[in-house]
C-alpha cells in the first residue's frame, strides 16, 4: 500500500457534526462539484475539518484568506496538523506599497513606490519551488496570490542541479549563477548573494536562510557542505543541491528581444490613435515614458514598472489572464488544474477579490487614457474570481 500524500497529526478524533461534514464534502469532491461551502461558528473545527480534507484527498492545496495576519495563523495551524508535509506562507512582500496613478482632477501624477520585505520574499520563493518540486504541498496566501507572477515554465526551466563530483569550473559556475539573478558579494551573505573565497564557493539560495558551501578541484565539484549563517557549524555533507532563480521572473534573451520588438510596435499604433484624436500632450507623454522604458530594457534588461509589460514578454494575447501563483500548481494529462483551493471566510474574502479586479483596471485606464501607459498595462492585472 502506497504512502498517503500527507499525514494528518492531531491527538483528536473529527466529533459532532464533524464526521458528517467531511463526507459530504468528500462526495462533493468525488461528483466533481466545483464549489462547496463548509459552514460553522467560531470555534467549531473548521480548520481541523478541512485539515482531513486534504489528507483524504491527497493533492496539493492552496488556503486564501483575506489578510496577512489571518494567512500566518492558519498556516501556523496546517503546519501543526501537518509537520511532516511542506506547508508555506505566501503573501504581499511589501511593506509599503503606492500604485502608479493619475487624478485628472488635480493633474496629479503618482509614481509608485515600494518598500520590499526580503523574508517575506524568501517565503514566496520557498512556496514556488515547493510547488514545482513537492506533491504534499500546502500553500496558505493572502490574496495577493491573485497578481501577477513570473513563468513557472521558464522559472523552473532555469534552475541548477549541482551534483559532488560534477565537472564543473569555478569561473564558469559563477557566470551561470549571475545568469539566474544571484548577486555576488564580499559581505555577509543574504538569500540570492553568494561569495567566493579561493577555490570554494558559499551561496545562500534565495529561498534559504541556510548557506551551502561548494569546494572546487581538478575541474570538478569536489565537496558540498552546508553550514550555519551565524556560528559557520558544519552541518552537515550533501551530494546535491538545487538552485532556483533569484528572480520569479525569468526572461531568456531571445524572448526579451522578441518583447521589444511587440512593444514597438504597439507603441507606434497607440501614438497614431492618440495623435489622430488631437491629443498631443498625451502621445508626448507616451513617447517619452515608452522611449526611455524600451532604451533601459535593451541596455541593461529591465525598467521601473516593467510588469507594465508583462504580456509582451509572456507573449500572451490582449485579455489573456498573467501567470499568477495558481500557474504553479500541478495540471492533470489535460492540462486541467490539479489541486484543491480553500477560500477562508469566503464572505469576506470573494468581495474583496472582485474589488482588488475592479480597482486595478479603473487605476490601469486613467493612466492609458492620458499616456502615461500603454494599453497592455490592463493585462498585468490580478486574477478574477469567475
Given at each position: 500500500?502506497?504512502?498517503?500524500?500527507?499525514?494528518?497529526?492531531?491527538?483528536?478524533?473529527?466529533?459532532?457534526?464533524?464526521?458528517?461534514?467531511?463526507?459530504?464534502?468528500?462526495?462533493?469532491?468525488?461528483?466533481?462539484?466545483?464549489?462547496?461551502?463548509?459552514?460553522?461558528?467560531?470555534?467549531?473545527?473548521?480548520?481541523?475539518?478541512?485539515?482531513?480534507?486534504?489528507?483524504?484527498?491527497?493533492?496539493?492545496?492552496?488556503?486564501?484568506a483575506h489578510n496577512k495576519t489571518l494567512a500566518a495563523q492558519l498556516a501556523q495551524e496546517y503546519r501543526d496538523f501537518f509537520p511532516n508535509n511542506s506547508v508555506h506562507y505566501f503573501v504581499s512582500y511589501y511593506d509599503y506599497y503606492q500604485p502608479e496613478a493619475y487624478l485628472p482632477?488635480?493633474?496629479?501624477?503618482?509614481?509608485?513606490?515600494?518598500?520590499?520585505?526580503?523574508?517575506?520574499?524568501?517565503?514566496?520563493?520557498?512556496?514556488?519551488?515547493?510547488?514545482?518540486?513537492?506533491?504534499?504541498?500546502?500553500?496558505?496566501?493572502?490574496?495577493?496570490?491573485?497578481?501577477?507572477?513570473?513563468?513557472?515554465?521558464?522559472?523552473?526551466?532555469?534552475?541548477?542541479?549541482?551534483?559532488?563530483?560534477?565537472?564543473?569550473?569555478?569561473?564558469?559556475?559563477?557566470?551561470?549563477?549571475?545568469?539566474?539573478?544571484?548577486?555576488?558579494?564580499?559581505?555577509?551573505?543574504?538569500?540570492?548573494?553568494?561569495?567566493?573565497?579561493?577555490?570554494?564557493?558559499?551561496?545562500?539560495?534565495?529561498?534559504?536562510?541556510?548557506?551551502?558551501?561548494?569546494?572546487?578541484?581538478?575541474?570538478?565539484?569536489?565537496?558540498?557542505?552546508?553550514?550555519?549563517?551565524?556560528?559557520?557549524?558544519?552541518?552537515?555533507?550533501?551530494?546535491?543541491?538545487?538552485?532556483?532563480?533569484?528572480?520569479?521572473?525569468?526572461?531568456?534573451?531571445?524572448?526579451?528581444?522578441?518583447?521589444?520588438?511587440?512593444?514597438?510596435?504597439?507603441?507606434?499604433?497607440?501614438?497614431?490613435?492618440?495623435?489622430?484624436?488631437?491629443?498631443?500632450?498625451?502621445?508626448?507623454?507616451?513617447?517619452?515614458?515608452?522611449?526611455?522604458?524600451?532604451?533601459?530594457?535593451?541596455?541593461?534588461?529591465?525598467?521601473?514598472?516593467?510588469?507594465?509589460?508583462?504580456?509582451?514578454?509572456?507573449?500572451?494575447?490582449?485579455?489573456?489572464?498573467?501567470?499568477?501563483?495558481?500557474?504553479?500548481?500541478?495540471?492533470?494529462?489535460?492540462?486541467?488544474?490539479?489541486?484543491?483551493?480553500?477560500?477562508?471566510?469566503?464572505?469576506?474574502?470573494?468581495?474583496?477579490?472582485?474589488?482588488?479586479?475592479?480597482?486595478?483596471?479603473?487605476?490601469?485606464?486613467?493612466?492609458?487614457?492620458?499616456?502615461?501607459?500603454?494599453?497592455?498595462?490592463?493585462?498585468?492585472?490580478?486574477?478574477?474570481?469567475?
Amino acid at each position: 500500500m502506497s504512502k498517503p500524500v500527507f499525514q494528518l497529526h492531531s491527538k483528536f478524533a473529527p466529533a459532532g457534526d464533524q464526521p458528517e461534514a467531511i463526507s459530504a464534502l468528500l462526495k462533493g469532491l468525488g461528483k466533481k462539484m466545483r464549489f462547496q461551502t463548509l459552514l460553522g461558528v467560531t470555534g467549531s473545527g473548521k480548520t481541523f475539518t478541512v485539515a482531513n480534507i486534504i489528507e483524504k484527498v491527497g493533492k496539493p492545496v492552496l488556503v486564501i484568506a483575506h489578510n496577512k495576519t489571518l494567512a500566518a495563523q492558519l498556516a501556523q495551524e496546517y503546519r501543526d496538523f501537518f509537520p511532516n508535509n511542506s506547508v508555506h506562507y505566501f503573501v504581499s512582500y511589501y511593506d509599503y506599497y503606492q500604485p502608479e496613478a493619475y487624478l485628472p482632477t488635480s493633474d496629479t501624477y503618482i509614481e509608485k513606490e515600494s518598500q520590499i520585505n526580503k523574508e517575506i520574499e524568501r517565503l514566496r520563493h520557498a512556496s514556488t519551488q515547493s510547488l514545482l518540486t513537492r506533491k504534499d504541498t500546502i500553500i496558505v496566501a493572502s490574496v495577493s496570490c491573485i497578481y501577477g507572477l513570473g513563468s513557472p515554465e521558464e522559472y523552473a526551466k532555469v534552475n541548477m542541479v549541482v551534483k559532488k563530483g560534477e565537472r564543473a569550473e569555478r569561473s564558469e559556475f559563477i557566470r551561470r549563477l549571475i545568469a539566474i539573478y544571484f548577486n555576488r558579494t564580499t559581505a555577509d551573505l543574504a538569500p540570492g548573494l553568494f561569495r567566493v573565497l579561493g577555490q570554494t564557493l558559499e551561496i545562500m539560495p534565495v529561498s534559504e536562510e541556510g548557506i551551502h558551501r561548494l569546494t572546487f578541484g581538478d575541474g570538478k565539484i569536489q565537496r558540498i557542505e552546508r553550514i550555519h549563517p551565524i556560528t559557520r557549524a558544519l552541518q552537515g555533507e550533501e551530494e546535491s543541491l538545487l538552485i532556483f532563480p533569484a528572480k520569479h521572473f525569468v526572461t531568456p534573451e531571445a524572448e526579451r528581444l522578441r518583447a521589444v520588438y511587440d512593444i514597438r510596435k504597439e507603441f507606434g499604433e497607440r501614438l497614431s490613435v492618440l495623435e489622430g484624436e488631437g491629443k498631443l500632450l498625451e502621445a508626448d507623454r507616451l513617447k517619452r515614458r515608452t522611449t526611455e522604458d524600451i532604451a533601459l530594457i535593451e541596455e541593461i534588461g529591465y525598467c521601473s514598472g516593467i510588469e507594465n509589460y508583462s504580456r509582451h514578454f509572456d507573449g500572451r494575447e490582449a485579455g489573456q489572464p498573467p501567470h499568477s501563483l495558481l500557474s504553479y500548481f500541478p495540471k492533470d494529462k489535460d492540462g486541467k488544474p490539479d489541486f484543491l483551493t480553500i477560500i477562508d471566510e469566503s464572505h469576506v474574502t470573494l468581495p474583496q477579490i472582485g474589488g482588488m479586479y475592479e480597482g486595478d483596471r479603473s487605476r490601469k485606464e486613467m493612466l492609458i487614457e492620458h499616456g502615461f501607459r500603454l494599453p497592455s498595462a490592463k493585462d498585468n492585472r490580478p486574477m478574477k474570481f469567475f
